[in-house]
């Protein structure tokens, strides 16, 4: 049976283990789980941090807590590091990730923006220890001014479960105007036949440097397991 533990693992996991950062010129980000191919210019830096709570059929709810800096570094990549806070009743267990990003390829205007994606998670359960890596292909495409696709493929390897999981992510990226985003995506992996489906939308309140954006996400098939997230985005 699927933990809630294991319901948002799977369900934040491209955005929480490889560190989705807001960036041109495919801003995806939060509140999307589908990983964008933009990458932040030297010397830029953003904070993001989030709050999720998920729950399925017959299970008890579980919440995540993440906070993210991540910094261009030159070279076409980005570094971040999160820490985060699993929580089931009185139980919490902290987490770290690295996280990086490189572009590669320069996007002409109009076409295909190509990124790949890493990261490597430790955690704190009764003692620090590395949980896992992951890797992920990335393409951004611009479909007009206004609208973005994101699709993601990508490899993950559990070490203490000695699982080696397939993912993907399909998402679309739509600008209503110069302050709201509207996000709607589909995401999965190799070892759950049922794919999730989200929406989201993000709020420019000081546009280029502080967003708000909240998701809800559902996951098909029996479990009829939710997940809602609220976060912001600090660019500086």
Known sequence: MTTPRNIIARALAVLFSLGALLSHPAHAGRPMVTEDAGVLDSGDCELE?????ARARQSASEQLLSAQIGCGIGWNSQLALAASRWQ????????????????LNQATEGGA???LAWAVAAEDDGGWSRTGHALNGVVSVPLNDTLNLHANLGWSHARREHQQTTHWAIGLEQ??????????????????HDPW????????????R???????GRQSGSQ??????????LAF
């Open 197 to 208: 489906f989200q929406i989201g939308l993000r709020w420019a309140a000081l546009p280029e």
């Open 88 to 103: 089931s009743g009185s139980a919490r267990t902290p987490g770290l990730t690295l996280s990086g990003k490189t572009a």
């Open 49 to 53: 941090s989030f709050k999720a709570w």
């Open 224 to 233: 009829q397991a939710t997940v809602f997230s609220l976060g912001l985005k």
């Open 175 to 192: 600008s209503l105007n110069d302050r709201w985003d509207l996000t709607g995506e589909s995401f999965g992996d190799d070892r759950d």
């Open 113 to 115: 923006a190509w990124a």
């Open 210 to 216: 502080l967003s708000l954006d909240t998701s809800l």
